[in-house]
């Protein structure tokens, strides 16, 4: 499975920006996929993810209520759409998929096995 990661840029606080993650050669249908973000000088952090068994989502607590996770099957896409943003969500983001990750585990970044290249998100007035 290969996955791009794109929609990045900069915004002002208060802006909204969708982030898309596109599979191939794997239906994204069939994997969990998750969000994480790294800001400079952080760790990687949860975003959110999307189950592959009924798509159920869970979220962190920084971004839950603001960021929403969509799949479009027929597009092999999973969507972060960020409402709200925040000078603090300027992070590279990053997607992952796993064909075998349990829900349990969605919030672990080691449970994924395909990880995407990043795109760069700047909150700034």
């Avoid at 990053?94 to 998100?121: D, E, R």
Wanted: with cysteine.
């Amino acid at each position: 499975v290969q996955l791009q990661a794109s929609g990045g840029g900069l915004v002002q606080p208060g802006d909204s920006l969708r982030l898309s993650c596109v599979a191939s050669g794997r239906t994204i249908r069939a994997s969990g996929v998750g969000w994480f973000r790294q800001a400079p000088g952080k760790e990687r952090e949860f975003v959110g993810a999307v189950h592959r068994n009924g798509g159920s989502t869970i979220y962190a607590d920084a971004v839950k209520g603001r960021f929403t996770i969509s799949r479009d099957n027929a597009k092999n896409t999973v969507y972060l759409q960020m409402n709200s943003l925040r000078p603090e969500d300027t992070a590279v983001y990053y997607c992952a998929a796993s064909s075998t990750i349990i829900y349990s585990q969605l919030s672990i970044a080691s449970s994924y096995n395909y990880w995407g290249q990043g795109t760069l998100v700047t909150v700034s007035s």
